[in-house]
């Protein structure tokens, strides 16, 4: 038995940021962002507009794409750092929100809160244990990310996508890969928790990041992810129709095509609409592949992800 996606989502908020706009924000330009981050607008949600609200919205296309009700839902499995509450969790207001039933949790592994969320549910789907699973990735990065700081506020926005999983004789999911290294916590991090405690002397929760550092073993994980999921399901490189990565940066994205010798017309890359929407990322550009035609039923893809911790991931998979 495999679980298999039978439809996504996604949706972005009204609000829209260029790269224009933020030159009248902070020390910038149009041509210094799209150079070194290819990036050329983003979503920033209104306010009052929450995580939920977004996922919601993606959910419900997802569902309407699967011919799914909400209340065959029977799982959800949320990948987000960017909360509405501390609790309940993201995934259980949302399933109040729709009237599903079942398990409903979040995960936070930053970037790849996505991929973790769907091996996740692929694992439940593969064993029975449940029939119908919801699986989102959304962020109100906005919300933490210091505008004056030029060097992160230009990459980070809002948005959120989602899938939905069923079980099936035929191949989908073929394989997921999980992996985490602590050691390089502080190489991308948001500098405030609840444990750790608010203040009126703590700075403001915001996101930081060692952008060469990051760069660097980016690229090395995320050439590493693709050969060793192939590897492991005994295929090689040109049995891959798409790769669809997280959407950091597009240097990042060029330079894993280039290690693995990839053309970047297998590659589906959004960044220069969306931004850096972190756990969102992967299945906003899975649904921007499949509505505009380009991923097309049968083909081999691969998802992959690289966010903050490290923590990093990957799932190969059949449309």
């Known amino acids: 038995m495999y679980s298999r996606i039978v439809g996504t989502g996604a949706h ?26 290819g990036i050329e607008r983003r979503h920033i949600a209104a306010e009052g507009e929450t995580t939920v609200d977004l996922a919601e919205r993606a959910a419900r296309r997802a569902l309407d794409a699967a011919n799914v ?16 509450l501390v609790f309940p969790n993201c995934g259980v ?27 996740i549910a692929d694992k439940y789907v593969k064993t029975g244990d449940a029939k119908c699973a919801l699986v989102i990735g959304a962020e109100t990065l906005s919300r933490i990310t210091d505008w004056k700081d030029r060097s992160t506020c230009v990459l980070f926005a809002d948005g ?14 073929l394989s997921t890969h999980l992996y985490a290294d602590g050691r390089y916590k502080d190489m991308l991090l948001c500098n405030s928790g609840v444990s750790k405690g608010f203040g009126a002397t703590e700075p403001r929760m915001a996101i930081s990041m060692e952008g060469r550092e990051v760069f660097r073993v980016g690229v090395t994980m995320f050439a590493k992810m693709v050969e060793e999921a192939l590897a492991a399901n005994k295929l090689d490189l040109a049995a891959l129709d798409w790769l ?6 597009l240097r990042i994205i060029q330079a894993t095509a280039r290690k693995l010798d ?5 590659v589906i890359c959004t960044v220069a609409d969306h931004g850096n929407t ?4 992967v ?21 992959e992800a690289f966010g903050g911790g490290f923590t990093w991931g990957s799932a190969l998979l059949r449309l």
């Open 160 to 173: 959120a996508g989602a899938v939905v999983l069923k079980p099936s004789k035929e191949p989908g999911i």
């Open 278 to 281: 972190s756990a969102a990322s």
């Open 69 to 84: 009700k909400p209340s065959e839902v029977d799982f959800i499995s949320f990948g987000t750092t960017t909360p509405d």
């Open 12 to 37: 972005l908020p009204a609000k829209m940021l260029t790269n224009f706009d933020l030159e009248k924000m902070v020390d910038t330009s149009d041509e210094w962002i799209r150079e070194r981050t």
């Open 244 to 249: 669809v990565p997280h959407q950091a940066n």
């Open 262 to 266: 990839l053309p970047m017309e297998k």
């Open 93 to 119: 207001l949302l399933q109040s929100r729709l009237g599903a039933t079942g398990p409903a949790f979040s995960v936070e592994t930053a970037c790849s809160g996505f991929v973790y969320a769907l091996s």
């Open 283 to 303: 299945p906003l550009a899975l649904d921007v592949g499949i509505r505009d035609g380009r991923i097309k039923p049968g083909q081999l893809l691969m998802l």
